[in-house]
């Protein structure tokens, strides 16, 4: 009997080989744990076993793990602990054979056990005759040994169980490295028992107690995932200053910051008084993280204080340190050498990269490609956040292909060794712990796979065939990405919304995507830490599907054959016309009654007249008819006009191709006359010509 083939793992494992086999999933399914064996796998087993539970609903998790591997279903077979704390290059390794006995689970540490574990939960399907595990092969190990998720906790608090849950997350699709922003302009997140007032007076009273931490270390722990705490150093220092202004550049007084961008405090390196308190503060924090690394971030300092300081511009020129580059080097190698003290590793963003900087710092970049690379041929490890901001609400095929070492790489095998992987960046300007789930999920998925799978996994119409599945994964791990969405979608309807009404609000926020990059501020200036993030732009995705699907049909009804398809063009029809009336409804109805969709009235708007460009557009090219040039012009102009995002700070991703459609129209008399290939890359040229930067 020929089984379903599993292709919906994500990240896609090493190497893969399936067979035509089929193991029963049953109550009597039995697991046996064989040479090692210790309370950190037991865990592992028991949340695997809770999570087929709840998808079976069969009560799976009631036998008992034996040590009989004879009579198991799953045996899992661990040569030893590994690290007892996760540790940089620990074996991730893991084996994974399915038969139509048994299936068997092999890895050297607990750590690749688990990892084998979240492979396996993934493999559970179901056909009429019931649950099933296919008959499988893999044997896998990571691409990169550093996969990380960066979370800001910071600029908008995100209390403990936003972390715990998203530790979950991160555990399904092999993340392995916590990467905690505490410390910014907005907020000190952290507690110190050496300095208390560093917490009390900058945090607005919402920081992390240091029970708390070694709650999530802890969690982290028992997943394999390594927690790495940054504290943000010298610049984006406001919430130093607050109780510390006689360590500022310039004098005070200083008050949390309530807006987001580059502010101008930073600490002083020239102040002798400055270095003691790092040494108890870092102290503090070097106990309470295992990990051998620190974050001291480095990042952004615009240079106005110390430009505006005679006594700081005098001691650049005594100490022969040049600039304030120079400066910023004299204080990254002395807080480099109180981590050493304290048995830590320094981590920077790309700003610490100085002359003289001790080798054994590790830089991330979100300046790119370029810039690992030149810190790799220096000398220094490296990590890539550049293209894996998933706060800049880019798409998920942006991710997946962006990658750490790329089949161009120049760099020699040496140099490529010291890339130890990429973090998936989550800043907060624009989210709370309401939505953060559905901003980091589930493209970070995609970041995943990337920094775990072969390098030649890299077909993005597979991935997003594979993301509702992980995504449904990601649901069952407790992850509020779909939950908390339609709470906040019911809650702008109101309570007098119609189910129709409801209705058309979802369809709209599926259709619509955040604005990209930093244009929001733009768009909605007076924002600031206590607004309320609560409108359409909060509950849209960034990776509109159904914007997606409606481009691959357009792709197809105009390119993939020599007329124009009805059954395609009624299939485009019917979408236009459900966003058309959408577009009515949320603008004429809904809106006078839900006060938090007034400034979502112009998008809903532009969605109904958009929708009927479309739809003239696939009627002309199903009328083989050449359009007026008036005709043409009055629809450029609508989808320019849909084109300008307004105070709801959404765009139109289906704008794209509807001025296919539209170009095709215009132009079908050329049709005939072109081979396809051709005729497709004339439409696209005039429809979507290239954007000329910005010099």
Known sequence: MTTPMPTDLMPVPAEVRFADAR???????????????????????????????????????????????????????????????????????????????????????????????????????????????????????????????????????????????????????????????????????????????????????????????????????????????????????????????????????????????????????????????????????????????????????????????????????????????????????????????????????????????????????????????????????????????????????????????????????????RILGGEATMWSEWVTPENIDARIWPRTAAIAERLWSPREVRDVADLYRRLPAINARLEEASLLQNKNRERMLRRLAGDRASPAALQALRTLAGVVEPVKDYRRGGFQPGVMQSTPLVGLVDCAGPDSAPARDFARMVDQFLFQSREPERALAGLLQRQLETWSETGRVVADNLAAVAPGLKDSVLVARALTEVSGVGRDAVQVLLAGSTPDEAWVKVCSAILLRADHPGPAAVELPILAPLKLLVAAAAEQHRRRACSPEAWEQYVRAIALPPQSSAP
């Not at 999933?25 to 090692?36: G, N, S």
């Not at 949340?47 to 034996?66: D, H, L, M, N, Y």
């Not at 993280?289 to 106005?304: M, R, T």
């Open 23 to 417: 193991l029963p999933v049953a109550k009597t399914f039995a697991v046996a744990v064989t040479r090692h064996d210790d309370a950190r796998l037991r865990a592992a087993i028991a949340r695997w076993q809770q999570q087929w539970s709840a998808r079976t609903g069969s009560g799976f998790c009631a036998p008992a793990v034996t040590t009989a591997a004879a009579p198991a279903a799953l045996v899992i077979e661990c040569q030893g602990p590994g690290s007892a704390v996760p540790s940089l290059g620990e074996d991730e390794s893991y084996s994974l054979d399915v038969a139509a006995s048994q299936a068997t689970l092999r890895a050297a540490t607990v750590v690749g056990a688990m990892r084998g574990l979240e492979t396996l939960a993934q493999l559970l399907a179901r056909d009429a005759e019931g649950w099933f595990l296919p008959g499988i092969s893999i044997r896998d190990h990571p691409r990169f040994p550093w996969r990380g998720l960066l979370i800001d906790v910071a600029r908008h608090w995100q209390p403990v169980e936003v972390i715990q849950r998203n530790l979950d997350g991160m555990a399904l699709v092999k993340l392995n490295v916590l990467h905690l922003h505490l410390t910014d302009d907005q907020g000190f997140r952290i507690e110190s028992r050496t300095h208390p007032e560093l917490q009390t007076q900058g945090s607005d009273g919402q920081y992390f107690t240091q029970d708390q931490i070694r709650e999530l270390i802890a969690c982290a722990q028992a997943r394999g995932i390594r927690v790495v705490p940054e504290i943000d150093l010298p610049g984006h220092a406001t919430s130093w200053v607050v109780s510390h202004p006689e360590l500022a550049s310039l004098a005070g007084p200083y008050a949390i910051e309530r807006h987001w961008g580059i502010f101008n405090a930073v600490l002083d390196p020239t102040n002798e008084a400055l270095y003691p308190l790092l040494d108890d503060f870092l102290g503090e924090m070097a106990a309470l993280f295992p990990d051998p690394f620190l974050h001291v971030g480095g990042d952004e300092n615009n240079g106005v204080q110390w430009n505006a300081n005679p006594r700081i511009q005098a001691f650049i020129i005594e100490h022969g340190l040049k600039d304030n580059a120079g400066l910023q080097t004299y204080f990254n190698r002395r807080v480099s050498a109180i981590l050493a003290r304290h048995g830590k590793q320094m981590i920077g963003w790309d700003e610490i990269l100085q002359p003289d900087l001790p080798k054994e710092a590790v830089i991330q970049t979100y300046r790119g490609p370029a810039a690992l690379a030149t810190a790799a041929r220096q000398g220094y490890r490296g990590l890539l956040s550049h293209g894996y901001y998933i706060d800049l609400m880019r798409p998920a095929a942006e991710h997946y292909l962006n990658d750490p070492l790329p089949a161009t790489t120049s760099l020699a095998p040496e140099e490529q060794r």
